[in-house]
């Protein structure tokens, strides 16, 4: 059964350090996200890409970040200058649509991200 | 503001019995629902969704769900539990642009 991945599992950086965590999508998916979850706190929407640009972003999803989609496989997270409050679990996900309707969206494992 | 309430943390269950996982929302519009679940160092698993239609929607591992609209209620249940079915189960209903909101999530833990 295909499934999202991503990589690596678990990423440790110093503060102010730059990060790129990577996801690979079902191949035949064309919306994407973001997510994440702090320790012990609910999973918070990030952003979602659609056709080569954001469609939507929180209030998260400050100037230090930025999603792209450098080739036909990959989706990536980028976080310029990391700070303590950003580690979390970040998880990817993505959907394809059938019948007109919006299918679940299907997530990767996550990665951890740690902020020292 | 769109939110999603899961009033208990923890559901407690005896092996057998039925379980119910409560959700309620405050999102506009008529948004598609879903359930997830979340086992110990896993990604979130698909359960479950509702569309449109049958108020009783059917899912994965035997997990059903019942929508009400007038209550703005999608609650999670099974007839009969197992201990394999003890996780971290969140309620997520589906606010603009297809983004997901998720709930605190409920633990539930099925005793034998």
């Known amino acids: 059964e295909p499934e999202v991945t991503q990589t690596p599992s678990h990423q440790v950086t110093q503060m102010g350090q730059e990060v790129i965590l990577r996801c690979v999508p079902i191949?035949?998916?064309?919306?994407f996200y973001w997510y994440r979850q702090i320790l012990g706190q609910k999973v918070e929407f990030l952003v979602s890409f659609y056709n080569n640009e954001i469609s939507e972003k929180s209030e998260i999803f400050d100037d230090q970040f930025s999603v792209e989609r450098p080739d036909g496989s990959n989706f990536t997270l980028k976080i310029r200058s990391t700070k303590l409050e950003d580690s979390a679990m970040y998880f990817c996900a993505s959907r394809t649509r059938s019948g007109g309707a919006y299918n679940e969206q299907f997530f990767g494992p996550g990665t951890r991200l740690t902020v020292l | 503001a769109q939110s999603v309430a899961q009033p208990e943390d923890q559901v407690n269950v005896a092996e057998g019995n039925p379980l119910t996982v409560k959700c309620t929302y405050s999102v506009s519009g008529n948004p598609y629902l879903f359930w997830y679940v979340q086992y110990p160092n896993r990604g979130l698993q698909f359960l479950l969704k509702?569309?449109?239609?049958?108020?009783l929607v059917k899912g994965s591992y035997g997990f059903e769900a019942e929508f009400n609209k007038s209550q703005t209620s999608f609650h999670l249940k099974k007839p009969s539990a197992l201990v394999s079915d003890s996780a971290l189960y969140f309620c997520?209903?589906?606010?603009?642009?297809?983004?997901?909101?998720f709930g605190a999530g409920t633990r539930l833990a099925v005793h034998p």
């Open positions: 509702y569309i449109t239609g049958d108020n």
């Open positions: 191949s035949n998916h064309l919306y």
């Open positions: 997520a209903p589906e606010g603009g642009y297809n983004k997901l909101i």
